[in-house]
Structures are given as C-alpha cells and as structure tokens.
C-alpha cells in the first residue's frame, strides 16, 4: 500500500496481538536516494526482501532504520534487514531523541520529526512526516495508536498514566493539524485523527470508571479485575493476559493518584 511519501509492507504475522499483523513502513522523498524503514518487523525473510523491494521500487537504496519500540514483532527484524542492505550492524535501530529531525542528507526531502510517546511501552516514539505539495502530514504512531482498537499497556514496563499523556498530546497536535492520517504499527489507514484519539482518551477513561466499580465491589488482583471488566475474554487466554497486565498498570495508575492526593499534590489527571 502506497500513500505518497509512505508505503506499507504487512508483515505475515497475523495474530489476536498483531490483527493483520505488523506494518513496515517504508518512507522517501521523490527524488532522494536514500529511504527510512520504520519498524522492520519479525525475522522473516520473505518480509525483508518485500520491504528491500519496496524500496527498491522507488529508486532508493536504505539510509536508515528506525523503531516506534522495540517489541520483538517490530524490532526483530532490523539485524537482517540491516545485512541485506550492506549496512553496518546494530543491536537495534538507533533511537533518535525527543525533538529530532530526520532529514536532507541521502533522504533528500522527506521531513520526518520525532516525538516521544511513552506508555505502551518505556521506549514508544512516533514520527510525524510533513507533507509537501499539498499532501498532508502523516503520524507513524507504532503501538501507540492502533489501525483499530486500543494497544495494551503492559505493566511493568508499560504506564497508563505516561500512556495518557501521550494521547492527550497526540490530540493537541491533530486538532493543530486537521488533515492528519494516522499510519500505525498494526491495522489499517486512520483519517480524522482529532476523533481517533478522542474517542481512544474516552475509552480508557471508561475502563478506568469499570476498574474502580470492580475494586469497590471487591476485586483485587489483575485477574478478578479482567474477569469483571472484560467477560469476554474468559475463553480467549492471549488477550485475557494481555489484559491482565493492562489492569496491573490500571491499578498502579490509581494508586499513583491516591498516593499523590495523600501528599497533597496533583494527582496524575485521567482523561
């Protein structure tokens, strides 16, 4: 799939965790070179000569890999894809910083500027591509913001609180910016991204209620928690995990208000 400056290369992973499976992003500026690749996927070699393709098929030669985070269906494939292309070995993508401007150089003018968005995980970054010639700006949101539904937050390393912070600047920064597309790290396309992120802010802030009515009606633990919030899952083991750790970093996220509101402070906001 082709948008413009950004071409997907679906991973074969498909799974209850991965929908249709991983987006690979392949982005290049008209004319540049060099091409980025976004999130290289698992260590399949079918995936890494389509995505060596795809960029191929635009003139380009690879200049650079980067990761929205670094989860093995993301991330396992950067060692291979690296050697493909006859660049220099890495433990993993380099993570660019908070702020970055990824551009000029061999990837001529594609204009690709980092933001840091924890929550999903520790690491979770997206990248916003401007436009040019009318085009409009496109959100690389990895997990943070899914083709459809919502993205676990998995405790430890996973934190509601971080996560929606994140959504809330994601927010600010579509309603800046009306024609947003949201290209994420699995599932489809997203247009109307305002309401996108509204309705994933109302979402959690529905659960968190859910959370709180089971913890006064007696649940305690992450699995009694799922098992009052989210019923169907109970035939489902690999999302009622996945679950199961989201309601970990639910119950943190109360407890980091409740201990804020002891202190007398401001407790972390819900959405």
Do not use: F
Not at 28 to 44: S, T, Y
């Amino acid at each position: 799939m082709t948008q413009a400056r950004a071409t997907r290369v679906l991973a074969p992973n498909p799974g209850p965790m991965t929908l249709e499976g991983t987006n690979t992003w392949v982005l290049h500026a008209p004319g540049a070179p060099g091409a980025v690749v976004v999130d290289p996927g698992p260590d399949d070699a079918a995936h890494r000569r389509a995505v060596l393709d795809a960029v191929a098929a635009r003139g380009a030669v690879l200049a650079r890999v980067l990761l929205t985070h670094g989860h093995p269906d993301h991330a396992d494939g950067v060692p291979g894809l690296l050697a493909a292309a006859r660049l220099p070995p890495h433990p993993r993508a380099p993570a660019p910083g908070e702020g970055e401007v990824l551009t000029g150089g061999a990837l001529g003018g594609l204009d690709l500027r980092v933001l840091a968005t924890p929550g999903h995980t520790s690491d979770s970054r997206c990248y916003l591509l401007l436009g040019a010639g009318g085009e409009p700006d496109r959100l690389l949101t990895g997990d943070t913001v899914l083709g459809r539904g919502s993205s676990v937050v998995a405790a430890p390393d996973g934190r509601l609180g971080p996560h929606l912070a994140s959504l809330r600047r994601l927010l600010d920064l579509a309603r800046e910016r009306p024609d947003l597309v949201l290209l994420p790290g699995h599932g489809p396309v997203r247009t109307g991204a305002a309401a996108v992120l509204e309705e994933l802010l109302e979402h959690r802030a529905r659960r968190l209620e859910q959370v709180r009515r089971a913890l006064a009606a007696g649940a305690r633990t992450p699995a009694a928690l799922v098992a009052a919030v989210y019923p169907e899952l109970a035939d489902q083991p690999v999302l009622r995990a996945a679950a199961e750790r989201t309601a970990a970093a639910a119950l943190e996220h109360l407890a980091e208000q409740e201990r804020s509101a002891r202190r007398g402070g401001a407790a972390p906001p819900d959405p």
